[in-house]
């Protein structure tokens, strides 16, 4: 052990101050890039609306929160994958904790009246939520797949080979479905070598499968309701998004060329995992 003194200023018996070019001592700000984080809020309006500062923020916390979903998720999908899946449980509950902080989030964004948020619109110019591509990847994995899509995104490189990656690899339902078959339950064929490139549909030897699990399998029958929760969340969160978009523009067209809210209703009552919800009256 070096029981050296640490150098001093021998004339003030002060620290001397540390060498030019050394590193600096890890602390909160650099390593959480506070500095690089808090510039990233840019407004565009000129002169700048009190309110786009309180949009950008929301939205860019939105966008951080997917990330955090998707790498859940991904894990999720990779404890099923290893016949894992009581550790699958963790993953699930924290997901339903962020869709309900989604959804609070939406609660401080409703703080901002129709005009507040008509006095920086047109700085907008063309951007809009429905071009998240991470939100797209969220779909995607939850087996709502669209190729339509992919045209929003063919100017950012990384935005669409993620989108791709997505759009060609099996859906989360897909991974749950193969893992119930090799616990002995029947899975027809079409179901396991089905295009996953497709969206998830209805399948009644699926839901003959889940019925038995169901009335016969209690681990595996929380696992299915706790999948039931996630996709409640999910929609739960479509629902109050929507009645935000309409409460703050009403009929308006939407940003980015969408349709606002005609085509954000058309999302609603979609779910995620269809056969979940087939199989309640059977049971």
């Not at 590193?23 to 390593?31: I, K, R, T």
């Not at 709502?144 to 990656?165: C, I």
């Not at 030897?205 to 996709?231: F, H, K, P």
Request: aromatic residues 10%.
């Amino acid at each position: 052990m070096n029981d050296d003194p640490e150098p001093t200023d021998s004339a003030i018996g002060t620290r001397m101050p540390p060498e030019v070019g050394s590193v600096p001592e890890m602390s909160y700000g650099n390593y959480l890039k506070i500095d690089e984080l808090l510039s990233l809020q840019q407004p565009r309006s000129r002169p700048v609306e009190h309110d786009e500062m309180l949009f950008i923020v929301i939205h860019q916390v939105y966008e951080l929160w997917f990330k955090q979903v998707l790498h859940e998720l991904d894990e999720l999908a990779d404890h099923l994958n290893d016949d894992r899946p009581a550790l699958s449980g963790h993953q699930l509950k924290r997901v339903l904790k962020i869709f309900k902080t989604l959804i609070i989030q939406l609660d401080v964004l409703e703080t901002m009246t129709p005009l507040e948020f008509t006095s920086f619109r047109s700085f907008l110019a063309n951007s809009s939520g429905f071009q998240s591509a991470q939100f797209r990847e969220l779909e995607f994995l939850l087996g709502q797949k669209n190729s339509d899509h992919f045209e929003r995104f063919v100017g950012n490189e990384r935005e669409y080979a993620n989108l791709t990656r997505r759009y060609e690899q099996p859906c989360l339902w897909d991974g749950f479905i193969h893992y119930v078959h090799r616990q002995g339950y029947e899975i027809p064929d079409e179901f396991l070598y089905r295009d996953v490139r497709q969206a998830v549909g209805y399948s009644a030897g699926v839901q003959r499968a889940l019925i038995d699990i169901y009335r016969n399998d209690a681990a595996m029958s929380r696992l299915c309701e706790s999948l039931t929760d996630l996709d409640e969340g999910l929609q739960e969160w479509r629902y109050r998004h929507v009645m935000m978009v309409q409460r703050t523009i009403g009929s308006k067209m939407g940003t980015g060329g969408s349709s606002g809210v005609e085509y954000l209703r058309s999302t609603l009552f979609r779910p995620a995992f269809p056969d979940l919800w087939a199989i309640r009256a059977a049971l």
